[in-house]
């Protein structure tokens, strides 16, 4: 089992809107509503911002806000902020055998 | 308010081993299943192990299968990892995490604030 793939780098202007992608396989997210989506700023933990492909956790802005389709799930940052700055991961239950939870291989948001 | 913090990382040489820990606070410990998550120097995040509210259930990545031991004990509110036969590969940041809900939705609520691993001759 291999990451979830994400795009590299993703960037966008203040007040505009960028989505990020995380593609999978039928035995991660294909097959399960479990999708969950963090944040990460330069040597600072994860935070998590969505849960269970769509929901946010309280305190959490709504400008964010996630989906799922078939075997990818994206993440949309909506009215882009320059504190949105960060990297972003994806993750979701897997079905296989080396693995409980597979990770996405991490997006750089860059707020030009 | 949840509170995670890891300590016992540090420098190692290889096939050695450490032992981290997790103290909880700002939460009733014993209702929540945990999980370790590690992040090598530069890279992504990868999910090491997890283990059930109660201690009964527990899973590992295959990267570490037979050589980390997760555990816990509710009444100290501390999650613990045991690594043995440590190697290069194993430096990281490993993070502690609670889990948000069953096992199969599987999101990290909370995080600690890391500690460093680092195994090197």
């Known amino acids: 089992q291999s990451a979830l793939t994400q795009p590299a780098s993703v960037s966008g202007s203040p007040g505009q809107s960028i989505t990020i992608s995380c593609t999978g396989t039928g035995g991660d997210i294909g097959s399960y509503n479990y999708v969950s989506w963090y944040q990460q700023h330069p040597g600072k933990a994860p935070k998590l911002i969505i849960y269970?492909?769509?929901n946010r956790p309280s305190g959490v802005s709504n400008r964010f806000s996630g989906s799922k389709s078939g075997n990818t799930a994206s993440l949309t940052i909506s009215g882009l902020q320059a504190e949105d700055e960060a990297d972003y991961y994806c993750?979701?239950?897997?079905?296989?055998?080396?693995?409980?939870?597979?990770f996405g291989t991490g997006t750089k948001v860059t707020v030009l | 308010q949840v509170q995670l913090v890891e300590s016992g990382g540090g420098l190692v040489k290889p096939g050695g081993s450490l032992r981290l820990s997790c103290a909880a606070s700002g939460f009733t410990f014993s209702d929540y299943d945990m999980n370790w998550i590690r992040q090598a120097p530069g890279r992504g995040l990868e999910w090491v192990s997890y283990?059930?509210?109660?201690?009964?259930?527990?899973y590992y990545a295959d990267s570490v299968k037979g050589r980390f031991t997760i555990s816990r004990d509710n009444a100290k509110k501390s999650l613990y990892l045991q690594m043995n036969n440590l190697k290069a590969e194993d430096t990281a940041v490993y993070y502690c995490?609670?889990?948000?809900?069953?096992?199969?939705?599987?999101?990290?609520?909370?995080w600690g604030q890391g500690t460093l691993v680092t195994v090197s001759s």
């Open positions: 995490a609670r889990g948000g809900g069953t096992l199969l939705r599987g999101y990290f609520h909370f």
């Open positions: 283990i059930s509210s109660s201690g009964s259930t527990i």
């Open positions: 269970d492909v769509t």
């Open positions: 993750s979701s239950y897997t079905s296989s055998s080396t693995l409980l939870y597979v």
